[in-house]
């Protein structure tokens, strides 16, 4: 059998070297690490990490974080400008705030840009707004995984950014701005992927998954972010 969840089978997809940590990218992120054993100390229950089955009886440590939808709750509120125009927006602003993207304040309001201002206090432009958005999941995703690198008491040098989010180049960018490391992106589909080199072992096809990652690096579109 694949992996049978949808995040598990995106994970195998990951070109994952040295036990890199990872990011399924969406609508909501999972930040975590491929392990064979399961963390049940104090730490990884204060910081919300969770221990999900994969393949071969392994775990995926991982939390869950806001993903792109923020992002998306904006851009219908705009009239459904597209994802273009939205990071051309946020790159021409710089230090317009901060806001704790995690709150629950953020999961269903009436209207997210409302919310945002009020959560600043202040009234911004649309572009502010986007590059709050930005700046604030990136430096979410860089406290994740901090928590991460302390709970395991390891330091990672690249982080694997997979799902529809590891095409928004701005984020990628500001998170490896955020979090000092080598930000790996790709393949965009990975659910799909990783759910069919798992069916490939499974025949005999493939031999293992450190061989269909290989397999997965020739043939899609894994970038470095520069």
């Known amino acids: 059998m694949p992996a049978t969840h949808d995040t598990a089978s995106a994970v195998l997809a990951a070109p994952i070297e040295e036990e890199s940590p990872y990011i399924s990218s969406g609508t909501w992120s999972l930040l975590g690490i491929e392990q064979n054993t399961a963390h049940t100390d104090e730490g990884s229950r204060q910081a919300n990490y969770s221990n999900e089955g994969s393949i071969n009886y392994d775990f ?3 939390k869950n974080i806001m993903g792109l939808w923020l992002i998306q709750s ?3 509120e705009l009239g459904n400008l597209s994802f273009e125009t939205l990071t051309q927006m946020a790159r021409v602003k710089e230090n317009c705030g901060i806001i704790d993207v995690n709150d629950n304040r953020f999961l269903s309001p009436k209207s997210m840009i409302d919310e945002i201002n009020k959560a600043l ?3 911004l432009n649309s572009a502010s707004i986007m590059r709050i958005i ?3 999941l990136a430096k979410s995703y860089a406290e994740a995984l ?3 690198e302390r ?3 390891k330091e990672y040098k690249t982080l694997n950014i997979i799902g529809g989010g590891s095409r928004d180049n701005l984020l990628n960018e500001l998170t490896a701005k955020a979090t000092g ?3 790996i992106t790709g393949p965009v589909e990975a659910t799909a992927i990783g759910n069919l080199i798992m069916q490939m072992i499974g025949t005999g096809e493939i031999k293992n998954l450190p061989e269909a990652r290989q397999i997965i ?3 899609f579109e894994i970038k470095e972010v520069k």
């Open 217 to 219: 690096k020739k043939s």
């Open 181 to 183: 490391k080598r930000i």
């Open 151 to 153: 709970n395991t008491g």
């Open 60 to 62: 995926r440590y991982q």
């Open 134 to 136: 930005y700046d604030s």
């Open 74 to 76: 904006v851009k219908k």
């Open 121 to 123: 206090g202040k009234s």
């Open 146 to 148: 901090s928590e991460l």
